[in-house]
């Protein structure tokens, strides 16, 4: 009885134990190929890599020293009288010197070079190579303005085993993981010694973790601080140092580790850590740029230099010492490096600067174009028409307005919200987009996503209708009340912004002054069904809005399909829809695709440029008005909605096309209107970004036209505009230009806006 017993117990242990082995042998085969194929997959995922255009240089271009010197600092270069490396300048009186990165760009790649640009006053008057000769064009190495990581959609600099420097290579293993080379993915003594000092402090000071343990809860565990996490920690590190080499996993752990944070941006990876702390790519670090990114690896928050900088000083010359006692440096480099403040750039996120909202348009576009096998190749070139110094000139213009019309008003501050989108006038490059007040934060939209009524922005449109159909645009129409039926059986009153009626009137007066009833009047004229139908035609979509306040613009629109409408009048006649990427190239250069131009003739020559010219008596006569750029060249219309809560302007130069929009984001009325809220706010941009003035299209049909009656005008005329009209001889002329004090009071009178 007793041997039975034995022997039950004894088979019992042997299954019990045979079980066991086999589980753990198939967990260990589970995790095997789990981490494997996860970390193969993550290691060489290199993120595609998008680029804003490149600063072109050439004799002759408006661009002062100072401004220069500016775009080199937003490109990382800095400043070194030896330039004895890629991304170093040196300046004198009247030139600078740059040692140029080297770049591949769209049509080839461009070595590294030495070039000395000299200016005269805001000119830049030549461009020389050092031992060579006078060079007629150059291009900047373009800005990265982000990266996709399609495998796991985290941002980062992927760096390759032979782009690690070795000071930091050599540096992490002596600050985290001196057994680094021996050990077989966990370190005994490291865990005793982290233990004892733990003890004699009295808390957890020091952890006992491997880089290659820092690799596996990086990329497969949480930190919760439990016997069972710590125990698959150790299983995962031992498999990944029996499948991998210690320079692969040296290199995943330099691309991987967390090194901060950026609002909803995690900042992984000494590639992008330098960008970010630096604005300088890795090759460019100096021995204390790179202790101090080291010295962030063990409390990102704790040790942030922005927030932190004695304690992050204090830890990077820690182990700059470190690095000197274990001959990583000599004394000269220790002397120097301690000496060196930290050093990190002061407006975080400049280097490699992130712009959101552009980023969710070049997504866009990408998803319409590509497939995912596409977006998951390696290292993509992602080249694109944003042009940072003109967004960042944008994006101020709109934070500094928003502030400035909140104070004025006596508004709450941060109430108020705005997008604005500024395109190249002739071919719909988006040049710059700014999708809310806080361009650098991940968030809503609103240049892209916002659909708001447009108000007044709409009434070309129905001009535009008017002339197509052989209307000129002195033609009379009637500013007078209206009331209109609708299906439903109700009924539509519309009212001018004022309250007031003109009587009979020139089209372009109407337009001008942004006349409500007469808008309606021309659209019924002409028809709704034919303005919606011009409206398709312009856009490429069809209005939500059946009803007859589609003429006064009650339709919803998002910034950028605004742009896209006046891109036709911008253009002179042609539908190009807005882009944002320019071409694509593969690891190696080769181009998968380039964007062209889609563009077709959407408007005669004739009718534009009389569509156009009522545009700028907008600006210089009408609603636009109070813009102290309204007579410099520039066409444009206002716009307000019902009960002021959204205030629009659209209005192009000779180069940009610009939308910009303000509001609210719950809707309420903010009391502005398209001059006092987004025309404002376009002023700030344009002062920024200067104003090319519209050229007239060649035209022989211009006529002097008496402004107010619309009369033909004679050379007693004081008050006249030049206007394309079809039949001169058909208007009536004014022989001493009078029209009746009444009428040319009440106009005078109208308010500035819709």
């Known amino acids: 009885m007793r041997a039975t017993l034995l022997r039950l117990i004894w088979r019992t242990v042997l299954w019990t134990s045979l079980l066991a082995v086999l589980l753990s042998a198939g967990y260990a085969y589970y995790i095997d190929r789990t981490i494997s194929k996860t970390f193969e997959g993550r290691r060489w995922s ?39 490396s890629p991304g170093t300048y040196r300046q004198n009186q009247s ?41 007629v064009l150059v291009r900047m ?112 752990y330099v691309n991987e580790i967390f090194l901060g944070q950026n609002g909803a941006r995690a900042i992984h990876g000494f590639g992008l850590g330098a960008q970010f702390y630096f604005n300088k790519p890795i090759n460019e670090l100096d021995v204390a740029e790179i202790a101090t990114l080291i010295s962030i690896i063990r409390g990102p928050s704790y040790y942030n230099p922005f927030r932190h900088p004695e304690r992050a000083l204090s830890r990077r010359n820690r182990i700059l010492d470190t690095f000197y006692s274990d001959g990583l440096i000599n004394a000269a480099e220790h002397g120097k490096a301690k000496a060196q403040v930290l050093g990190v750039v002061k407006a975080p996120g400049r280097g490699g600067a992130y712009y959101p909202a552009f980023m969710d348009l070049v997504r866009t576009e990408l998803s319409q174009r590509y497939s995912n096998t596409d977006l998951r190749s390696q290292g993509l070139q992602i080249f694109t028409t944003l042009d940072p110094r003109l967004q960042e000139n944008t994006q101020q213009a709109v934070g500094q307005s928003l502030d400035d019309i909140e104070r004025d008003r006596k508004l709450p501050p941060n109430s108020l919200q705005a997008a604005s989108v500024v395109a190249d006038s002739q071919t719909g490059e988006v040049l710059a987009l700014v999708g809310g007040r806080q361009g650098r934060v991940d968030g809503f939209n609103r240049a892209l996503n916002a659909q708001r009524s447009v108000g007044s922005v709409i009434k070309p449109v129905t001009v535009l209708t008017a002339l197509n159909q052989g209307m000129d645009l002195t033609d009379k129409i009637t500013d007078r009340p209206i009331t209109l039926r609708q299906k439903s059986g109700e009924t539509w009153a519309p ?16 337009l001008s002054r942004s006349l409500n009833l007469a808008m309606v009047d021309l659209g019924q004229r002409v028809g709704i069904e034919n303005v919606q139908a011009q409206f398709a035609a312009l856009t490429n979509r069809r209005s939500n809005n059946p009803y007859p306040s589609f003429l006064l613009g009650a339709e919803a629109m998002s910034p950028l399909q605004t742009l896209e409408l006046y891109g036709n009048f911008a253009s002179g006649g042609f539908h190009t829809r807005p882009k944002a ?46 813009s102290p750029f309204s007579k410099l060249g520039v066409a444009g219309k206002t716009g307000t909605t019902n009960d002021n809560r959204d205030s629009w302007f659209a209005g ?3 180069s940009h096309l610009s939308v910009v929009w303000v509001g609210r984001d719950d809707n309420k009325s903010t009391g502005l209107t398209g001059s006092s809220g987004a025309l404002r706010v376009w002023n700030a941009m344009a002062r920024r970004n200067g104003v090319d003035p519209i050229v007239p299209m060649p035209s022989d049909d211009l006529v002097a036209i008496e402004y107010t009656s619309g009369a033909r005008a004679n050379e007693r005329c004081a008050d006249v505009v030049m206007l394309p009209v079809r039949a001169p001889q058909s208007l009536q002329i004014k022989s001493g230009c009078k029209i009746k004090r009444s009428l040319r009071q009440r106009l005078k009178s109208i308010f500035t806006d819709e």
């Open 46 to 84: 290199v993120p595609a890599q998008v680029y804003a255009q490149p600063l072109e240089l050439f004799a002759g271009l408006r661009l002062s020293k100072g401004q220069f010197i500016t775009e080199l600092k937003r490109l990382g270069y800095r400043q070194n009288t030896e330039l004895n």
């Open 95 to 135: 030139s600078v010197t740059v040692h140029l990165r080297s770049f591949r760009f769209i049509d080839g790649f461009r070595p590294t070079q030495i070039l000395r640009f000299t200016f005269s006053q805001n000119d830049m008057r030549q461009i020389t190579e050092l031992g060579s000769g006078e060079i």
């Open 141 to 252: 190495d373009p800005a990265k303005i982000g990266s996709f990581f399609p495998s796991h959609g985290e941002d980062r600099v992927v760096l390759r085993p032979d782009e690690v420097p070795t000071l930091l290579a050599e540096g992490l293993k002596a600050i985290e993981d001196r057994n680094f080379d021996e050990h077989r993915g966990f370190s005994i003594t490291g865990i005793l010694r982290a233990l004892i000092v733990n003890i004699r402090a009295g808390a957890a000071r020091q952890g006992g973790s491997t880089l290659t343990q820092q690799l596996v809860k990086s990329y497969f565990l949480t930190n919760e601080r439990t016997l069972q996490r710590k125990l698959r920690e150790l299983a995962m590190a031992v498999i990944l140092e029996l499948r991998f080499n210690k320079e692969d996993l040296l290199t995943a």
């Open 495 to 510: 009212k001018n912004f004022d309250g007031k009626t003109y009587g009979e009137l020139p089209m372009y007066l109407a």
């Open 581 to 626: 990427v320019i071409a694509v190239l593969d690891e190696n250069g080769a181009a998968l695709s380039h964007h062209a131009f889609e563009m077709r003739q959407s408007i005669k020559m004739p009718t534009v440029a009389a569509l156009n010219r009522a545009l700028e008596l907008v600006m210089r006569r009408g609603t636009g008005r109070s």
């Open 652 to 654: 192009f130069d000779n």
